[in-house]
C-alpha cells in the first residue's frame, strides 16, 4: 500500500506506505552504495551519484488508494519522486571529511535534481535533506541524502511560506532578511559567515545546536546562485556539518533540511528565501534531546540551553575544525 490520506484535524497530508515494511535487511558486509564487481546498481567509477530509491514512499506511477475513505476522510495517490543522493563511494567518508571541492559537486547534483524534478507539473514541493547516524534512525550507514518531490506543501513548509508572505504584505520586506539582519546586528547567535551564505544559531532555535545556513542574497532556491554561490554553499554545508562533529570529537547525529521555495504554484520570489535547517538530537555529548509530549503533541518545543551560550560553543567548534583542515 501506498497512499496519502488526509488529516482532518491538522488538514495536512500523511504519507502511509507499508510496502516500506518489507524492506529487506541487508547483508552483513555489503552496501548498495558501494560500488563493487558485484554490485550493477551504481556505477563502478563516481564522485556524487542520484539513486532512485528502491522503496518509495512517492512515485510518479502511483498505485490505486485503497477503497477505505468515508465521511470526512479522504485518500489521494502517493504521487512524487524519492530519490536517494550518494555523497561519495567511500562507505564510511563523511560530508565534514570531504574536501570543499568534492561538496561542490554535490551542491551541483542538488541543483541539477532541483531542476530536473520541477519539470513534473504535478510536483508542488522538492525537499533535499539528510539524516545522519542511528538515532535519528538511519539505517544505511554509508553516506547519503535523499530528494523528495511532494504532490502536496507540507505543512510546516506552508506555515514557513504563510508568515513569510504576511510579513511581506505587512513590511514589503522579506521576513528572513529581517532575521539575518537581526543576527547580524547581535552577533552574538552568529557561528561564521563567508561572503554569500551566514551560519547561525536563530533566536528561537529549538534545539540546543540547532544551526541555520541562509543566503545573504534575496534567492529562493539553488537554481537560481551563482557559480561563487554554489562554491560558497559548499563550503557553509561541509564546515556547518564540521562544526558538529567538532562540538564532541565523535561524528554528530543530525537531520539536514533544505527549506526553497514551493514549484509549480504561487510565485514566492518577493517573500521567500533559501535556508538550510540543522536539527542535531544531542543536548550534551552523551544526552540525546528527545521530542516528548509537548514537541510532537502540541508542538510546543523546550530548548534547555539559551542559544547565545550554545553559539558560544558552536563557535569554538567552528574554529577546531577550520584550525584542522589547515
Not at 97 to 104: I, K, N, Q, S
Not at 203 to 231: C, V
Not at 282 to 305: I, L, V, Y
Request: charged share 30%; with cysteine.
Amino acid at each position: 500500500m501506498a497512499e496519502l490520506r488526509w488529516h482532518p484535524l491538522t488538514k495536512d497530508w500523511v504519507m502511509i506506505a507499508s510496502h516500506r515494511q518489507n524492506r529487506p535487511q541487508m547483508p552483513k558486509d555489503w552496501c548498495p552504495f558501494c560500488p563493487g564487481e558485484d554490485n550493477d546498481k551504481v556505477p563502478k567509477r563516481f564522485d556524487v551519484y542520484k539513486y532512485d530509491n528502491d522503496f518509495p514512499a512517492l512515485s510518479q506511477i502511483p498505485p490505486v488508494p485503497d477503497d477505505v475513505a468515508r465521511g470526512i476522510y479522504k485518500t489521494a495517490e502517493a504521487y512524487g519522486k524519492c530519490e536517494v543522493i550518494l555523497y561519495s563511494p567511500e562507505h564510511t567518508v563523511t560530508l565534514p571529511e570531504l574536501p570543499t571541492e568534492h561538496v561542490r559537486k554535490l551542491v551541483d547534483l542538488w541543483t541539477e535534481r532541483f531542476t530536473e524534478l520541477k519539470k513534473d507539473e504535478k510536483i508542488k514541493y522538492i525537499f533535499i535533506f539528510e539524516n545522519r547516524g542511528e538515532v535519528v534512525g538511519v539505517t544505511m550507514p554509508h553516506p547519503h541524502g535523499q530528494i523528495y518531490g511532494y504532490s502536496f506543501i507540507p505543512k510546516k513548509l506552508q506555515l514557513e511560506l504563510d508568515s513569510c508572505k504576511e510579513h511581506f504584505e505587512q513590511t514589503n520586506r522579506c521576513l528572513i532578511c529581517d532575521m539575518l539582519e537581526e543576527e547580524k546586528k547581535f552577533e552574538k547567535r552568529v557561528i561564521f559567515e563567508n561572503e554569500d551564505f551566514i551560519v547561525f544559531l536563530p533566536f528561537f532555535s529549538e534545539y540546543p545546536y540547532g544551526m541555520y545556513i541562509a543566503s545573504k542574497s534575496h534567492k529562493q532556491n539553488l537554481a537560481q546562485f551563482t557559480e561563487r554561490e554554489r562554491d560558497n554553499l559548499a563550503r557553509a554545508v561541509r564546515e556547518t556539518a564540521g562544526t558538529l562533529d567538532a562540538l564532541f570529537g565523535y561524528t554528530f547525529p543530525y537531520m539536514m533540511c533544505m527549506h526553497q521555495s514551493p514549484v509549480n504554484c504561487e510565485d514566492t520570489s518577493d517573500y521567500y528565501h533559501f535556508h538550510i535547517e540543522f536539527f542535531p538530537p544531542m543536548r550534551s555529548r552523551d544526552k540525546q534531546k528527545f521530542n516528548a509530549s509537548s514537541e510532537t503533541g502540541a508542538w510546543a518545543h523546550c530548548n534547555p540551553t539559551a542559544p547565545e551560550t550554545t553559539s558560544e560553543e558552536l563557535r569554538a567548534a567552528h574554529k577546531r575544525f577550520t584550525e584542522g583542515d589547515k
